[in-house]
């Protein structure tokens, strides 16, 4: 839906890219288009169609309002009595003989097929006025989607080339749920001018004759290229790569990598790399040599599968979305697979989640498909012991993606995964991305919070315990240790001391009125048994007790895709200062604006560090860098041998996290102030 996007209230050339910020995301949601702009000339219909993308492949249907300059000799006829609507109409077939010439591109080629199917209207606006005189020079725009959300714009942007790429143009933007009075004025305009009840204009027909000529003039003349584009439309848009997408290098060296390993193996990109790009890239060259192919895409989260379906529409693909109730699937995923095998659909495209994929009605029909691409996002996840068990052994080509592939502390996981889906291929480094300024560079703030008395007390007599316990080569052990672990990792992740280090971290830095900001909390408690309390709202009333409005973004509240899409909107207009949040935004979910974060969740996972820090990465408007505050828990002391070597081992775990962050960071020389102390103390200075 349209109200799934963050639109601005206005859009300025030299300060946004109108195409790739507001009419590409408004077109990949539209069903429909009306548009008052302009003149009717081959120049403005050629970059109004290129603007179209995606929107044609959703059967989406255009109203044009558009305009013809009349000539001097046009306005003394119709002085003299002479029909308006007849000289209009003579003008128009005018201009389509003469400016209609050989050699024109795909955008007309689009808009010329739309009108031949009976998706596109075209009116004539003419100022009324006895002489004739002056031109309908009005710029109206309003986009509508299924759900009957509308976006209405106006301002001096024509969809020109010339206006998108050299002049100087801004547009005023209004959302049906956000600016209702405004955005419905723009809409009741814009009916009055349709339906030729405006004072202030004459509204003609573009005349079937008009139309036929148009047709038939554009056929005759097209290029090359716009004649496959009509191809195109007729067979509802193959799978193709937009037009405004330029495949990286790297993209093109992930891919070729994956060919040259037989159409196995892992690509591991940072996050914000545009890893989902180089997939439906491999995807898409994979189609070329493939007459018939099924692909499957596998997410662990039901809001990456949006995701996923979103950004596929660019490129020409509909998924068959497989999640929740197999009521509202398994009809048309039956029906699709039964055409492809009868070889009525070349293409199948089909993206699920994991807790969908390892369901029986999903592996059935899946597991039977021939010539079958297996796509994983976020592979990680597929190493679970689980997940193993539902392996299809029936995909011919497939290809892992993951910032992090390898599982921590599962070398059993990470090898199945690496046996499945193969080794992997290609690499490219959060440092090289930086480096490349696709993503926003930082700097790293390690904080550090001792364990109360009590709590070292826990953590060293657990210690004892798992050290017990690991002597002894018993399986039935290892589920006690297990549960011991996580206990354990619970007094590290709640650290009572959390909550004061960043009481005085926001004071001291002078944060309390700040925006931007990710406050990422344990999915634990802190404090004792009798006075637990989530940290999330520990922190909520932390940092609202300085004066800070925030609101929670947390896993276990689960928040509808809307909910999620007005928190992040709320944080980017900063009618909040930030979002408190648990493990929810560890994968797939973007706020680019966040430029401060506040680590207080302590895990010493890989897997999830990284994530977390990618998250924070993502390139906004006004950020040239990014802060992250990292709430290290240290140890309270030791009395005795054994204490120091327990410490010493947690902390080298927990400085690994340390030496990851700090490698990359824009103040590197000074990050290992606050730490040389307890590094001499426990003789950790080389990590």
């Not at 689980?386 to 921590?408: M, V």
């Not at 276990?556 to 900063?574: F, V």
């Not at 506040?598 to 990284?610: C, G, Q, V, Y």
């Amino acid at each position: 839906m349209l109200k799934d996007y963050t639109f601005l209230e206005e859009y300025k050339t030299g300060i946004n890219n109108i195409v790739n910020e507001f009419y590409k995301p408004a077109f990949s949601e539209a069903t429909e288009y009306w548009r008052a702009v302009g003149y009717f000339r081959s120049s403005s219909l050629e970059a109004f169609g290129n603007t179209l993308q995606n929107f044609l492949s959703n059967g989406g249907k255009i109203k044009l309002i558009t305009s013809v300059e009349l000539t001097k000799e046009d306005s003394e006829a119709i002085e003299k009595g002479s029909s308006k609507k007849v000289i209009c109409e003579d003008r128009i077939n005018y201009i389509i003989e003469n400016e209609f010439q050989e050699g024109m591109g795909d955008g007309i080629s689009r808009l010329v097929e739309l009108l031949r199917i009976g998706r596109l209207e075209i009116k004539i606006a003419i100022p009324k006025n006895t002489k004739g005189y002056g031109i309908y020079h009005e710029k109206v725009g309003i986009f509508f989607d299924k759900s009957s959300n509308y976006i209405a714009f106006s301002g001096s942007s024509n969809e020109t080339t010339n206006a998108f790429e050299h002049n100087f143009e801004s547009i005023d933007v209004f959302t049906s749920w956000e600016d209702s009075s405004r955005a419905l004025n723009k809409k009741n305009h814009f009916e009055t001018l349709w339906n030729n009840t405006n004072i202030g204009c004459d509204i003609y027909n573009f005349s079937e004759a008009s139309k036929n000529k148009l047709i038939r003039h554009v056929e005759e003349n097209i290029n090359n290229v716009g004649k496959q584009k009509i191809a195109t439309i007729k067979e509802n848009n193959a799978p193709s790569l937009p037009e405004w997408i330029e495949i990286r290098d790297y993209q093109k060296e992930a891919y070729e990598e994956w060919k040259k390993n037989n159409y196995q193996g892992i690509l591991s990109m940072a996050t914000g790399t545009g890893k989902t790009i180089t997939a439906f890239n491999a995807l898409i060259n994979l189609l070329k040599s493939e007459e018939y192919l099924a692909t499957v895409v596998v997410v662990p989260y039901q809001h990456l599968v949006t995701q996923w379906a979103e950004e596929a529409k660019e490129f020409g693909i509909t998924f068959i979305k497989c999640f929740q109730s197999s009521k509202q699937w398994s009809t048309p995923l039956f029906e699709a697979i039964t055409n492809y095998k009868f070889k009525e659909q070349k293409h199948i495209f089909i993206i699920t989640t994991t807790a969908t994929y390892i369901s029986s009605k999903f592996q059935d029909p899946i597991s039977k498909l021939t010539n079958l691409c297996l796509i994983v996002d976020e592979a990680h996840n597929f190493g679970s012991s689980e997940i193993q068990k539902f392996y299809l052994s029936n995909a011919n080509f497939k290809l892992g993606l993951s910032a992090t592939p390898d599982r921590y502390m599962d070398e059993e996981g990470t090898t199945a995964i690496f046996n499945y889906l193969g080794k992997i291929i290609y690499n490219f480094s959060l440092a090289k991305a930086i480096e490349m300024k696709m993503l926003t560079p930082y700097k790293y703030y390690p904080i550090l919070v001792h364990l109360t008395e009590n709590e070292q007390s826990k953590y060293i007599e657990l210690s004892r315990k798992i050290s017990k316990m690991s002597i002894f080569d018993d399986n039935n052990n290892d589920d006690i240790i297990k549960a011991l672990l996580m206990k354990r990792a619970k007094i590290i992740s709640g650290a009572e001391n959390k909550i004061s280090a960043l009481k005085e971290t926001l004071i001291t830095n002078k944060l309390e009125n700040s925006s931007f900001n990710l406050f990422y909390c344990a999915a634990k408690t802190t404090g004792d048994e009798d006075n637990a309390m989530r940290m999330v709202e520990e922190v909520q009333l932390l940092v609202e007790s300085l004066g800070m409005n925030v609101e929670n973004f947390t896993a276990m509240d689960s928040p509808s895709q809307e909910e999620r899409s007005n928190l992040i909107l709320h944080l980017k207009k900063q009618y909040i200062n930030g979002l408190v949040a648990i493990r929810c935004l560890d994968e797939g979910v973007d706020i680019p604006d966040v430029k401060r974060a506040f680590i207080l969740s302590s895990s010493s996972n890989p897997k999830e560090f990284i994530q977390r820090r990618g998250r924070v990465l993502r390139k906004a408007k006004n950020k040239e860098f990014a802060e992250i505050y990292d709430f290290l828990v240290v140890p309270y002391g030791y009395n005795t041998d054994e204490e120091y070597k327990i410490n010493r081992k947690y902390l080298e775990k927990e400085l690994i996290r340390y030496r990851e962050f700090a490698d990359l960071a824009l103040n590197k020389a000074d990050c290992e102030g606050p730490l040389i102390d307890i590094m001499s103390e426990y003789h950790l200075l080389h990590i």
